[in-house]
DNA sequence: CCCGTGACTTCCG
DNA sequence: ACGGAAGCCACGG
């Protein structure tokens, strides 16, 4: 039977879980899957996530709160636009308050 | 099986 | 603080 990667599946359902005005980071995903090498490979599944609407991939950043993948979106500041409507300060497409709306996986299961 | 790619992360200068 | 390079894992061809 075609299962697709549980990894991308993963990525997507957490990418799904993320609140709204929260953002997370790839290595985060990934170190919650398991696999905090795998942060690259968590961007990558967002990549596939990009099919989905139901995940919000703009609520998700790198470590740095730095709107990597903003350039992915259809837009070229769609991303920064969607986190500025969710309460996000974004300066030089980082997130100044990052801290502020981090959100940690394993902490909604917490 | 080998190679290339990528929305990352960490280290070094 | 900033920029460049290396390492890492997973998918597709």
């Known amino acids: 039977m075609s299962e697709k990667s549980d990894f991308f599946i993963k990525v997507h359902e957490i990418a799904r879980l993320i609140p709204y005005g929260r953002v997370t980071s790839y290595g985060a995903i990934a170190r919650y899957l398991g696999s905090p090498q795998s942060a690259r490979t968590v961007g990558w ?15 998700v950043v790198n470590r740095k709160g730095l709107l990597t993948g903003k350039f992915h979106f259809d837009g070229t500041n769609l ?3 969607l986190l500025e409507s969710e309460g996000a300060v974004i ?13 940690d996986p394993g902490k909604n299961l917490l």
Do not use: G, L, T, V
């Not at 599944?45 to 609520?59: G, K, Q, T, V, Y």
């Not at 300066?91 to 959100?103: G, L, R, S």
């Open 45 to 59: 599944a967002m990549n596939a996530a990009h099919s989905d609407e139901s995940i919000p991939a703009h609520r």
């Open 79 to 81: 991303m920064q636009q």
């Open 91 to 103: 300066k030089n497409n980082k997130i100044q308050n990052f801290e502020e709306m981090y959100w």
